[in-house]
C-alpha cells in the first residue's frame, strides 16, 4: 500500500494538535524560565542549531512583519525581521512562526507587529516521529503598530544555492541527532532550508516531480537536473541521493477561496512560488505559498506496455489499493480497463490489496469471491479475457491493512493461454511445501501460502504461492505484500541517516521467500520461479539482497535504465516499491522484457497509488 509513514488524517486536525513547549525527548536543551531583559530578536530566538536557546522562555516585544496568516490547520501568522538579515549570520532565520491556535487571527501581511509569549519547539507527529522541530512562539500577546509595510524581500530557492550535499551526519553522542549541531547552510540541503524556517521565501518556475494530491499540495524540484527522468520526475536511486531540491507545496489560502492545482509530474509551476519556509509532519520543509503561480500542462500520458508474443509468457504484479464491492464501479472499470489496455491482458496477474466480500466492515467476512468476481467481469466488460483466479482467504484480521478488509494477494489467469495446477489448495494457517515428483520440484499446495506461522509475517500479508503451466512447462510464481514502511522516519528526521525500524520486518520476510525458493531449486536447479509484489523496498535495500542472496533470485528492475526504475512517487522521490525477481532458470536481461508501466503514481488522478510490473518471457 501506501509508503506513508503513519495514517494521514485531514490536514485540519493533524497539523498543530499538539503545540511542545516541553523539552521533549531529549531533544531540547534546558534553560531557565525567563530570557534576558535586553531586547530579544527573531534570530536570537532561532539560534544557529535546529532549536532555539530560548526554549521554554518568556520573550516580550519581539519585532517583525507579518508576512504570511494561516486560518486552517496550525493557526497562526509568520512575523520576519523587517531588513531580512537583521545579525548577517547566515546560520539564523529571521523569522519565526507565532501560533494562535484558538484564539482570533487579528493581523494580515504588511503589519509590523511586537509579540510577546513562550518559546516552544513543536515537533509535528510528535517526538517519536523522528521529525525535526518547529521553533515558535505560542500564547502570543500581539501588538500592531502599524500597517501596509512592504514585506521583507523573499530569499530565492534555487539550483545554485540548494548544496549537492543532502545532510550532516548525526553525532553519535546524541543518538545520531544533527539537533546540536551548528547549521551549515552553504554546506548541507537541510542545513539551508532549517536557516530559512519560517522566512519569505520564493522559488522560479519549477517542474513538479510529485503531482497533486488528495491535501492540496504538490512537490517541485529547484534543481531541475537532479536524476531527472524522461517523464520529469526525480529518481531516488540510493540512500544517498535524497534529491535536496525537492520541496513541497502548499498555499495559504482555503481552497474554498482559491482551488489549488491540478498538476502531474512533468508539468510546471509557472511563476513559481513565494511565501514562509513552514515545516510539517508530512514532508518537512514546505513553501506555504501566498503568491501561487499556474500549472502548465506538459501533456504526460499513461504508458502502454506492448502485447507478449505467442511464445512469451506474461507476469504482471498490481496493487489495486484496498479494492472492494462498497468501491465505486468506476474504479472497478478502470482498473479493468488498465490491466486490459495499459498492460496488455497479462497471462498471469498477481494482486496485492483484494479486500473481502464487504471491505472494511469488521463482522468476520473473509471470502473475495464477489471483488473478485466483480473485477474480472469488469475486465470482459473491457475487453479482456475471462481471467480465472486463485487465492487462498486469511484468518479474519491477521494479516494487518485496514481492519476487517482483510486484504490478500490473489492469482489471476487467462486459462486460454497458462493453467493453474490444483494441488490440494492449502488453507489460512497451512504452509505449502516444495516436493519431489519424478525429477522436478512441485507444491503440496497449489496454491498454498508460504510459511505461514513464521513470525515475520506476524500481522502482514502471507506469500500465496502456486504452480502454472505454460507450452508444457512449469512456472512457479510467489505473490508478496511485504510490510509497509509504517515507522520509518522520513528524509529530513533530525537522525541522520533516518531510522528505518520497519526494514527489520520486511529482512525477515525476504529470508522466508529465499528459502522457500531455495528449497525449490534444491529439488530442481533450473526451475523458472518468479517472485512478484507489493515488496514495500527499494531495489538497493538490504530486503531486496536478502531474496537475491545466493543468487536465488534477480530483481529485475536491475534490467531497467537507473532512471526508469520506479513504481511509486512519495514526497516528490520517483522509487521502487514494486518488483518482480527471477530465478536463473528464467535467464539474465538478455532472456526476458520487462516494464514497470507508468499509468497511476506520477498523475493527479489516480486508480491506484502504484505502478503496476510486468515480466516478459520463454519457459
Do not use: C
Not at 519547539?121 to 516521529?129: D, K, L, Q, T
Not at 494479516?399 to 492449502?426: K, M, Y
Amino acid at each position: 500500500m501506501s509508503h506513508i509513514p503513519t495514517p494521514r488524517v485531514p490536514r485540519s486536525a493533524a497539523v498543530g494538535a499538539v503545540v511542545a513547549t516541553a523539552l521533549a525527548a531529549g531533544l531540547l536543551t534546558a534553560t531557565s524560565s525567563t530570557a534576558s531583559a535586553d531586547a530579544v530578536a527573531v534570530h536570537d530566538i532561532q539560534g544557529t542549531t535546529r532549536t532555539s536557546p530560548l526554549a521554554g522562555q518568556q520573550v516580550g516585544d519581539v519585532a517583525g512583519i507579518v508576512t504570511g496568516v494561516r486560518g486552517y490547520g496550525s493557526k497562526g501568522f509568520w512575523i520576519q525581521s523587517a531588513d531580512g538579515t537583521a545579525d548577517a549570520d547566515p546560520a539564523t532565520s529571521e523569522a519565526v512562526f507565532v501560533f494562535t491556535g484558538s484564539a482570533p487571527l487579528t493581523v494580515k501581511p504588511g503589519d509590523a507587529v511586537r509579540v510577546s509569549g513562550t518559546v516552544g519547539e513543536y515537533v509535528p507527529g510528535g517526538a517519536n516521529s523522528g521529525n525535526q522541530s518547529l521553533t515558535q512562539i505560542t500564547k502570543p500577546t500581539v501588538t500592531v503598530e502599524s500597517s501596509g509595510n512592504a514585506l521583507p524581500k523573499p530569499v530565492t530557492i534555487g539550483a545554485k544555492s540548494v548544496p549537492s550535499a543532502y545532510a550532516p551526519a548525526g553525532d553519535p553522542a546524541q543518538g545520531g541527532s544533527i539537533n546540536s549541531l551548528p547549521l551549515k547552510p552553504r554546506s548541507y540541503a537541510l542545513d539551508l532550508y532549517e536557516s530559512l524556517e519560517g522566512m519569505n521565501v520564493r522559488v522560479g518556475g519549477s517542474r513538479v516531480v510529485g503531482a497533486t494530491d488528495a491535501y492540496n499540495e504538490l512537490w517541485v524540484t529547484v534543481k531541475p537536473h537532479e536524476n531527472r527522468n524522461r517523464r520529469g520526475g526525480t529518481v531516488y536511486g540510493s540512500y544517498g541521493a535524497q534529491n535536496g531540491g525537492r520541496l513541497q507545496i502548499q498555499q495559504l489560502a482555503p481552497v474554498s477561496e482559491k482551488p489549488f492545482p491540478k498538476a502531474n509530474v512533468g508539468d510546471v509551476l509557472t511563476g513559481g512560488a513565494e511565501g514562509p519556509l513552514d515545516f510539517n509532519q508530512f514532508g518537512g520543509y514546505t513553501l506555504v505559498a501566498r503568491e501561487l503561480g499556474e500549472v502548465a500542462d506538459k501533456g504526460l500520458v499513461r504508458e502502454k506496455t506492448r502485447r507478449q508474443a505467442k511464445g512469451e509468457l506474461a507476469v504482471a504484479t498490481y496493487n489495486v489499493e484496498n479494492l472492494d464491492p462498497t468501491d465505486p464501479q468506476k474504479k472497478f472499470d478502470a482498473l479493468a480497463s488498465a490491466v486490459v489496455s495499459n498492460l496488455s491482458s497479462p497471462d498471469i496477474v498477481a494482486l496485492e490489496e483484494i479486500q473481502d466480500d464487504n471491505g472494511a466492515k469488521n463482522d468476520g467476512t473473509v471470502s473475495a469471491g464477489q471483488t473478485l468476481k466483480k473485477f474480472t467481469d469488469a475486465i470482459v466488460a473491457a475487453g479482456g479475457p475471462r481471467y480465472e483466479w486463485r487465492s487462498v482467504d486469511p484468518a479474519n484480521n491477521k494479516d494487518g491493512g485496514e481492519p476487517g478488509g482483510n486484504i490478500r494477494q490473489v492469482f489471476l489467469f487467462n486459462p486460454e493461454r497458462v493453467s493453474f495446477t490444483d494441488r490440494a489448495p492449502g488453507d489460512a494457517t497451512t504452509p505449502t511445501e516444495v516436493v519431489r515428483q519424478g525429477k522436478r520440484a512441485a507444491l503440496s499446495h497449489s496454491p498454498g501460502r508460504v510459511d505461514p506461522a513464521n513470525t515475520a509475517w506476524a500481522d502482514s500479508r502471507k506469500p500465496l504461492a502456486g504452480e502454472f503451466v505454460f507450452r508444457g512447462r512449469t512456472v512457479f510464481v510467489i505473490a508478496n505484500h511485504f510490510g509497509s514502511k509504517g515507522g520509518d522516519e522520513g528524509l529530513t528526521s533530525h537522525h541522520q541517516p533516518p531510522v528505518r525500524s520497519s526494514e527489520a520486518k520486511r529482512l525477515q520476510q525476504a529470508q522466508a521467500v529465499n528459502g522457500f525458493v531455495k528449497d525449490i531449486r534444491k529439488v530442481q536447479r533450473n526451475a523458472d520461479v518468479v517472485v512478484l509484489g507489493d515488496i514495500n523496498d527499494f531495489e538497493f535495500s538490504a530486503t531486496t539482497k536478502a531474496l537475491e542472496d545466493g543468487g536465488a533470485l534477480r530483481s529485475a528492475t536491475g534490467s531497467l535504465p537507473r532512471s526508469e526504475r520506479y513504481s511509486y512517487v512519495y514526497q516528490g522521490n520517483s522509487q521502487v516499491l514494486d518488483q518482480i525477481l527471477t530465478s536463473p532458470g528464467v535467464g539474465d536481461a538478455d532472456d526476458f522484457s520487462y516494464d514497470s508501466v507508468h499509468i497511476n503514481a506520477e498523475f493527479a488522478e489516480q486508480n491506484s497509488d502504484h505502478d503496476p510490473q510486468v515480466l516478459r518471457f520463454r519457459p
